[in-house]
């Protein structure tokens, strides 16, 4: 169940003035066209909702992350930092579908093969362990997606910004060739509130889709 802070309590978008561009839809008329009841929409982000729902899988993944003993006490400030991420992902989506960028059912199909080899897993496995656990494979989409198209965004818009001197390129060069037998690591941050400090390891262990991946394999074991 939702704490009351968080139903139906943020709209996100910008309306437009009287008398100039097109104005946004109100939150009522966004929430009528969508067919959700509004007592199941967590948050209007522009002309789209996001659903209680989807805070609670997000919910759901970060307490299998954390080992599922998030205290009671910190689920508030979970669930308001779930529906923070989700209201960030809508908006990259958004201004991505602005410029056409597209993300097809075979890209998501694509990388879900990857994120689950990485636990030597088959997509039909992960699907299973996944909903074993409650969680839809759905969840991940929006993560994948932003993960891909953001990046591309940013940089189609702000590359003729950029000036990178040739010495630049040759510093950057020499120094992958350097760092080209060594471990790379990709290190990602996500929000959990800590009651006690003294747990603060266990609660941050980890909470991406690998970590989710890998703590499902040992709930199951």
Do not use: H
């Amino acid at each position: 169940m939702l704490y009351a802070d968080a139903s139906l309590a943020q709209s996100t978008g910008n309306a437009q003035a009287p008398g100039g561009a097109q104005e946004q839809p109100s939150s009522e008329d966004v929430i009528r066209r969508s067919g959700v009841p509004r007592d199941a929409v967590a948050a209007v982000v522009n002309d789209a909702v996001i659903t209680t729902y989807d805070v609670r899988q997000r919910m759901r993944l970060a307490m299998i992350s954390a080992g599922g003993s998030i205290p009671k006490e910190a689920l508030p400030q979970l669930q308001a930092q779930s529906l923070r991420d989700l209201i960030e992902e809508k908006l990259k989506l958004q201004e991505t579908a602005k410029f056409e960028m597209d993300f097809s059912d075979a890209q998501f199909a694509q990388e879900f093969a990857v994120l689950a080899a990485q636990s030597n897993l088959t997509p039909e496995a992960l699907v299973a362990l996944l909903n074993s656990q409650g969680v839809s494979e759905n969840i991940f989409r929006p993560q994948i997606e932003v993960n891909i198209l953001w990046p591309d965004l940013v940089q189609g818009r702000y590359r003729d910004r950029v000036r990178i001197s040739e010495n630049e390129v040759d510093d950057t060069y020499e120094r992958m060739r350097e760092d080209v037998s060594l471990d790379q690591y990709l290190v990602s941050e996500l929000c959990i509130p800590v009651d006690d400090p003294a747990r603060a390891q266990q609660y941050y262990e980890g909470s991406r889709p690998r970590a989710c991946v890998r703590r499902c394999r040992q709930l199951r074991s």
